[in-house]
Nanobody, 127 residues
Framework: EVQLQASGGGLVQAGGSLRLSCAAS????????IGWFRQAPGKEREGVSC????????YYADSVKARFTISYDNAQNMVYLQMNSLKLEDTDVYYC????????????????????WGQGTQVTVSS
């Protein structure tokens, strides 16, 4: 059974940093794509950043490039999203997700529906 458990959200001032963590189990990272998505009530879900487990290839939404970094620890089955220089518009519920097709990392920003989803973690950026 695939399980994804996101954590690390919270309240932070604009310009600050947070690191989200996703504990994953039930699949092999090398065969998968893993990503972070965000969605606020009434808004479309946005692919923030995704990574291919086999070689670490990444995708970043334009809105987070140079500010966010996705990484994973294969040994610990953990995926991270380091978020720096946070802006008010980064306020959202963030979800980690995984797909059985490793190439899906490249579909991150295209509305592609990943296979497995964890519960969300709230990120709130204040002024």
């Amino acid at each position: 059974e695939v399980q994804l458990q996101a954590s690390g959200g919270g309240l932070v001032q604009a310009g600050g940093s947070l690191r989200l963590s996703c504990a994953a189990s039930g699949f092999t990272f090398d065969d998968a794509a893993i990503g972070w998505f965000r969605q606020a009530p009434g808004k479309e879900r946005e692919g923030v950043s995704c990574i291919r487990g086999s070689d670490g290839s990444t995708y970043y939404a334009d809105s987070v490039k140079a500010r966010f970094t996705i990484s994973y620890d294969n040994a610990q089955n953990m995926v991270y999203l380091q978020m720096n220089s946070l802006k008010l518009e980064d306020t959202d519920v963030y979800y980690c997700a995984a797909d059985r097709v490793s190439g899906a990392y490249d579909y991150c920003g295209l509305g592609y529906e990943y296979d497995y989803w964890g519960q969300g973690t709230q990120v709130t950026v204040s002024s």
